[in-house]
């Protein structure tokens, strides 16, 4: 089913020496390995947003975001760059694609899409979704999980998403033509039923608790940054008072009057470079929501994993009850209480040849029970084995990207001190000219 | 002839813009509105130390110490009290002790002196006062040397259950206040040579009770010159001063409330990344891989509130503390123009009572001039003090503001070096996967 992602397709970026505004461009690209088969043929970007306005389907004026799809063949080595083909997709139509890729795919850990709303946001942060700021960082979100998919062993190679990058119009008929919302229907509905698997692969089990966990503490984390994020932002912001009484107070002073004034610029500056480390912090803050948001997409495949256990399990409980029937018509005791043996006890026994066809009749269920727990069987074993290629894979990932983004979390860290401790030397040696 | 009326004549100043006369032969102005202050009998119950009953007039260590400042002045004009006068006595207040009896409970400090000066029997001296004797002596520095100004205590007063007077932080803090008050006090070239200082520093137990007596009687003679008199024309250099001192004193209550506001932004920062170091570090027992990662971060964020805590720390007591000195010190120097006015006043009152005199008869007119002489010297003397604070408080303040740089500099330093040492860690890591990779 999945095509292994052979060792040396996997890029390994190096990140040493880099400064903050590098990493920050090298955010997306650490995030996604190169050297897939469509990304070797085709550059994806999400260049821009837009606001647009129109009607929608309750004849309702709305306004909502468009994002500009770019995609090019990938630079040949001496060609002139070729110009890009664009087309323009809403955020729902990001969404329906995932949606499909999700039941198509229920083996595979489906690339979460950046949040439709602003999460986890300290109160300076707008959680309008028309901000132009929360817009870029969808737009760096989006552009991102084309990249995912498009890196993907598996995903990258479905028609349905090179259309998604190629057919502005046709693209959601061609969508719907694959039926795939009444797949998702049928195991939706499955899947809110509690259903009780008696044998649990360990493995899934543990990766299933291990996603908890995940989502627990990162939602924590998120939450908890959030806070230190507004401490912070007051923090920086009270010194500001401090240009302005410095300004007034050097206005009575004689020879500490210089020194005052110009300290007190410095202080202003230090209030005001709060907002930039801030907003840098945010993609930071992206990083482990996108992680955050993949830990629903382990989880659906644990549960997607639990349903085919339960239909493996059901098929051969069902096979088992045959069996158990046919045992007790040849032998015609009753070992277990049941309305039948009731029956034929009130009723009398039955003829021959009733009891003949009868027979003929559960060993025919029989064989076809034994054909489906068989099938069952081999679907769940591929299943697993597919899906646990994905989980690897998916593993790898996270491991690389989370350091990724913990060692651009020290750089951006790193640029703060520089910036205080510049700020701070600057000051100090203001006063120590008064 | 009273000690201190001598003493206080040889300040520098006073004496510039009193006139020519020879020191011994003047009289300080101020001497004949107020009670000899000679030390009787019983208000000496010295035991040890040097008696004060004896000092010399115009001791010569006065006198060096005129001259000397006189040389240095010219040679040093910018800025005459950074480091031009002679240093012979050395004060240190430390070492606090709690003391809890049936009566009270209080805390005494050590008063350790160390001086060359011939009015001190010893070179060295250790006693143990309490704010009580503090705020005693400078009452007494006050009442005595009422054309100074008396650099401020810190406030006597906390209140109930908010503060506790005997948590080690807050004895820790009035014990470096006390100790700059008595450095100030012992660096001033007219209030070191008090008598009551000398007594402070060196007596083994101090006998209070004179000092409570003059209080009132001074504050009797205050009120009956101020007596709702308006000035004719205060002289615009005062003026200044009042007008700066309201500035001055309106800034240093908005950078206090600042400073103060700055600390307990900091301290709700400081809680929230705790809590947030705490959750990377729960985070980092969930993984395989990323354990060492993670816990690198929570050590990192745990360094940096360390290193915010200490910072913290340092703002509550050295830079505060210093602030609350100056509003305090304002309202010293306020308190002496006031009691220039008052003595301008009874100039300018007794002058024109003479002027309207003058037409019926001829009285004297020595008591205007003795009025003039006083106000006189009140303002030589008042702007030398002046000259001397504004001097000390640009030293204090360059070293207070350069010191909260400099903290905040080292704090971000350390962070620094901390997610520095992380991504040291991080990348040594992935290097080691690089290699085991192409393996």
């Not at chain 2, 510039?16 to 006369?21: C, E, I, R, W």
């Not at chain 2, 001190?120 to 009442?143: A, C, G, I, M, N």
């Not at chain 2, 503060?163 to 004895?171: A, L, P, T, Y």
């Not at chain 2, 600390?263 to 993984?287: I, N």
């Amino acid at each position: 089913m999945a095509d292994s992602v052979s060792s040396e397709e996997v890029a390994v970026i190096s990140n040493t020496d880099i400064t903050s505004t590098e990493s920050e461009n090298n955010i997306i690209n650490t995030m996604v390995e190169r050297g897939t088969a469509l990304l070797r043929k085709l550059e994806i970007n999400v260049a821009e947003a837009e606001k647009r306005t129109g009607k929608n389907t309750v004849n309702m004026q709305e306004t909502y975001t468009v994002y500009l799809i770019e995609i090019r063949p990938a630079e040949t080595e001496g060609g002139t760059p070729a110009a890009p083909d664009t087309l323009w997709r809403r955020y729902s139509e990001f969404e329906l694609l995932r949606t499909y890729l999700l039941v198509t795919y229920p083996y595979i850990i489906i690339p979460p899409l950046p949040e439709k709303r602003a999460e986890f946001v300290w109160h300076k942060l707008s959680a309008d979704n028309l901000d132009p700021d929360f817009v870029e960082r969808r737009r760096v979100g989006l552009e991102n999980f084309l990249l995912r998919v498009a890196s993907h062993p598996v995903l990258s190679n479905d028609k349905i998403f090179f259309l998604f990058l190629t057919e502005e119009k046709g693209w959601r008929d061609a969508v719907l033509e694959t039926g795939f919302q009444d797949k998702a229907d049928s195991r939706l509905k499955s899947l809110s039923a509690m259903f009780r698997v008696k044998n649990p692969d360990k493995r899934f089990t543990a990766l299933k608790q291990y996603s908890d966990e995940l989502n627990s503490v990162i939602s924590q984390l998120l939450r908890i940054r959030a806070r230190v994020a507004d401490r912070l932002y007051g923090v920086y912001k009270v010194h500001g008072n401090y240009g302005r009484v410095f300004s007034e107070w050097s206005a009575i002073e004689k020879e500490m009057g210089d020194g005052l004034q110009s300290a007190g610029h410095h202080m202003d500056t230090y209030a005001a470079s709060i907002d930039d480390i801030l907003e840098e912090e945010e993609h930071f803050a992206d990083q482990l929501k996108e992680y955050l948001f993949y830990t629903d997409a382990v989880r659906s495949v644990c549960r997607k994993h639990e349903l085919i256990q339960y239909e493996l399990e059901m098929a051969a409980q069902d096979l088992a009850q045959k069996k158990q029937q046919k045992e007790e018509l040849a032998t015609g005791t009753v070992r277990i209480f049941s309305l039948k043996g009731m029956t034929s006890k009130l009723f009398g026994q039955e003829s021959p040849e009733q009891k003949e066809s009868r027979l003929a009749a559960l060993e025919q269920s029989i064989q076809e029970g034994e054909e489906t727990v068989k099938e069952k069987n081999t679907e769940c074993q591929e299943f697993v084995r597919a899906a646990w290629d994905d989980i690897e894979h998916f593993k790898e990932q996270k491991d690389k990207d989370l350091r990724e983004a913990l060692i651009s979390y020290a750089i951006m860290q790193i640029s703060m001190c520089k910036k205080g401790i510049q700020v701070w030397s600057n000051a100090k040696e203001c006063f120590s000219k008064m | 002839l009273p000690a201190f009326h001598a003493m206080s004549i040889s300040a520098p100043r006073g004496l510039a813009s009193s006139g020519q006369k020879p020191i011994t032969e003047i009289l300080h102005p101020l001497s004949a509105a107020e009670e000899p202050l000679s030390p009787g009998p019983d208000e000496v119950g010295l035991t040890n130390g040097t008696p004060v009953e004896t000092p010399s007039p115009a001791s010569a260590s006065v006198l060096f110490n005129r001259l000397q400042l006189d040389d240095d002045l010219d040679s040093d004009a910018r800025d005459p009290y950074a480091d031009t006068e002679t240093h012979d006595l050395f004060v240190t207040v430390d070492d606090p002790k709690k003391h809890v009896s049936t009566m009270e409970t209080y805390i005494t400090y050590r008063v350790s002196t160390k001086t060359t000066r011939i009015e001190f029997d010893l070179p060295e001296y250790s006693v143990r006062r309490r704010y009580q004797d503090f705020d005693w002596l400078r009452t007494k520095l006050e009442d005595s040397q009422p054309t100074h100004l008396i650099p401020p205590l810190p406030e006597k007063f906390v209140m109930k259950g908010v503060v506790d007077r005997f948590s080690e932080e807050f004895v820790e803090t009035r014990m470096k206040a006390l100790d700059k008050f008595l450095k100030r006090v012992a660096d001033h070239p007219v209030l070191s040579f008090n008598p009551h200082l000398n007594a402070f520093l060196s007596a083994k137990d101090l006998n209070k009770r004179q000092g409570l007596a003059l209080l009132s009687k001074v504050g009797e003679s205050v009120k009956n010159v101020a007596g709702g008199y308006k000035l004719r024309v205060r002289p615009p250099e005062f003026c200044a001063m009042g007008e700066y001192l309201d500035t001055f004193n309106q800034k240093l209550g908005t950078i206090d409330r600042i400073a103060q506001r700055i600390l307990k932004e900091q301290s709700e920062y400081l809680t929230e990344l705790r809590e947030y170091g705490t959750v990377y570090a729960s985070w980092a027992g969930s993984e395989e891989e990323l354990q060492r990662p993670l816990e690198g971060v929570a050590g990192c964020v745990t360094t940096c509130c360390g290193a915010l805590e200490d910072m913290s720390e340092n703002m509550g007591q050295e830079f505060l503390p210093v602030l609350r000195e100056y509003i305090l010190y304002i309202e010293s120097m306020k308190n002496v123009l006031r009691k220039r006015d008052q003595s301008q006043a009874e100039y300018e009152g007794r002058l024109e009572a003479a002027v309207l005199r003058k037409q019926e008869d001829r009285t004297p007119v020595t008591e205007v001039e003795k009025c003039q002489d006083k106000m006189e010297c009140f303002n030589a003397d008042l702007k030398a003090d002046w000259e001397r604070w504004q001097s000390n408080k640009r030293q204090d303040f360059k070293q207070l503001l350069t010191g909260m740089a400099d903290k905040n500099v080292t704090h971000y330093e350390k962070c620094q070096a901390a997610w520095e040492s992380l991504i040291t860690l991080l990348q040594d890591k992935q290097t080691e996967d690089k290699t085991s990779e192409t393996n």
